[in-house]
């Protein structure tokens, strides 16, 4: 996957359109659980856009505004889901707060792991 590749699919997780009618973001505000693979390619777009943009001194507002919503949007869409009853694959959560510190290292410029046994 390259950077324009990766790019385009965390924007298109974001906002549902005829090409990409399972977003995240909406299949989540849906209660709806991930696709399989859609956060394995999620986590391998965050990992490309690290590695293209790691010694960018700036971002592009677009793809800023994508990866925030993938980080925080999720994780408050997750806990309201959960209020609500939804049953959430089991790993779900794990998997949030992985896009989240990918985003982390994003902005930061030092990729970020979860620490062994965090769960």
Do not use: C, H
């Not at 925080?72 to 998997?95: S, Y």
């Amino acid at each position: 996957m390259n950077y324009e590749t990766a790019r385009k699919l965390l924007v298109g997780q974001t906002i549902a359109t005829a090409e990409n009618p399972d977003a995240l973001l909406m299949r989540m505000k849906q209660g709806k659980p991930p696709v399989p693979g859609q956060i394995t390619s999620i986590l391998l777009a965050l990992k490309v856009v690290f590695e293209a943009l790691k010694d960018s001194p700036s971002l592009d507002r677009e793809l800023t505004f994508a990866i925030y919503q993938l980080s925080i949007k999720t994780q408050q869409i997750f806990m309201a889901g959960r209020k609500a009853g939804v049953d959430w694959p089991p790993l779900l959560k794990e998997d949030l707060l992985r896009i989240a510190l990918a985003t982390e290292s994003i902005f930061s410029g030092v990729w970020q792991t979860l620490p062994p046994g965090s769960f």
